[in-house]
């Protein structure tokens, strides 16, 4: 199976920061690296597609980039209702499709 | 508007059964392929089970040979059949669209299901 490792797993952040996630795969996915957010009690969203698509009726401070092993979300200029958790996930090939942990956005 | 509706949660005991509906609206359900995803309690995402439009379906090993995913093309419908539950599959469990492109576009609000006995 494929593993997705995100670092950190939580960071503190201020209103306006701009903040970076990444995604490490355990082997070349090429740019199938979907990104998502969650908040709590509710379902995921997502927020890019294929690294660096973003999803309709997503803000534009939110952007992605990478491909092979290595991906990054970018937030810039980070807004109140951004406060949750982002995670990866690969959509390459084949079952089991995986999820990185969890990075937990914070205010600082 | 897109809306999926999962239903049938609840409170099972290890051994059990149980079966998931995931009702849904807004999209060409008969040529979506559909996932369903969990997560335990303050834990992270994990993949369960596919099916394609045309019925072909896959499993996570952890869950291969108990739960079997099902589809009714004609009610808009996607079904788990959770069969033999363990402690560990207590979870809030999504269903969702599923595109290898996109990954998981659009999700339900999940149901809640607890093994215990």
């Known amino acids: 199976d494929i593993q997705m490792t995100q670092s950190p797993s939580s960071l503190s952040a201020s209103v306006g920061d701009r903040v970076t996630i990444t995604c490490r795969a355990s082997?070349?996915?090429?740019?199938?690296l979907n990104w998502y957010q969650q908040k709590p009690g509710k379902a995921p969203k997502l927020l890019i597609y294929?690294?660096?698509s973003l999803q309709g009726g997503v803000p534009s401070r939110f952007s992605g980039s990478g491909s092979g092993t290595d991906f990054t979300l970018t937030i810039n200029s980070l807004q109140p209702e951004d406060f949750a958790t982002y995670y990866c996930?690969?959509?390459?090939?084949?079952?089991?499709?995986?999820f990185g942990q969890g990075t937990k956005v914070e205010i600082k | 508007e897109v809306q999926l509706v999962e239903s049938g949660g609840g409170l099972v005991q290890p051994g059990g059964s149980l079966r998931l509906s995931c009702a849904a609206s807004g999209f060409t359900f008969t040529q979506s392929a559909m996932s369903w995803l969990r997560q335990a309690p303050g834990k992270g995402l994990e993949w369960v089970s596919y099916?394609?439009?045309?019925?072909?379906?896959l499993y996570a090993d952890s869950v291969k040979g108990r739960f079997s995913i099902s589809r009714d093309n004609s009610k808009n419908t996607l079904y788990l059949q959770m069969n033999s539950p363990r402690a560990e599959d207590t979870a809030v469990y999504f269903c969702?669209?599923?595109?290898?492109?996109?990954?998981?576009?659009?999700w339900g609000q999940g149901v809640l299901v607890t093994v215990s006995s």
């Open positions: 099916i394609s439009g045309s019925g072909a379906t």
């Open positions: 969702a669209n599923n595109d290898i492109l996109t990954g998981f576009e659009y």
């Open positions: 996930q690969q959509s390459y090939n084949t079952p089991p499709w995986t």
């Open positions: 294929a690294a660096s």
């Open positions: 082997q070349s996915i090429d740019r199938y």
